[in-house]
């Protein structure tokens, strides 16, 4: 559990880690999601309220960019250093893709949720 008093406003930075994890950023209990990307409307444990906090299309631009970042100039690599026909490369890289977006979205989301949160908790906007 979490270190801070129970009424405390989490920093940013632990709400966004929070999130990551699929924690609440209050009190870090794994009550964030009730389905893959569906955020519970509060938490279980501690009763924070998660509605009004929906990420909308940031989430998947985030999780496009990091995908793409980080994929795109290793296949450029791999396709220019390495004799791999296209047959398997292709589809090899594809499988890759998805797999780290599948893997990285609900992440990206938690984030944003937590961040987000914590915003609104906090009065900024």
């Avoid at 989490?10 to 950023?25: D, E, L, M, Q, Y």
Wanted: glycine share 8%; hydrophobic share 45%; proline share 8%.
């Amino acid at each position: 559990m979490s270190d801070a008093p129970q009424g405390a406003t989490p920093s940013p930075a632990r709400a966004i880690w929070r999130g990551v994890r699929h924690h609440c950023p209050q009190c870090d209990a794994r009550t964030l999601f009730r389905a893959y990307l569906k955020i519970a409307p509060n938490c279980s444990a501690c009763g924070a309220d998660f509605t009004g906090v929906e990420t909308a299309d940031v989430a998947p631009y985030v999780t496009v960019f990091i995908v793409g970042l980080v994929t795109g100039p290793a296949m450029l690599q791999i396709e220019a250093h390495t004799t791999i026909p296209q047959a398997v490369l292709i589809p090899s890289s594809v499988a890759i893709v998805v797999f780290a977006a599948l893997l990285i979205l609900p992440r990206a989301k938690g984030g944003l949720a937590g961040l987000f949160w914590q915003m609104r908790r906090s009065g900024a906007t």
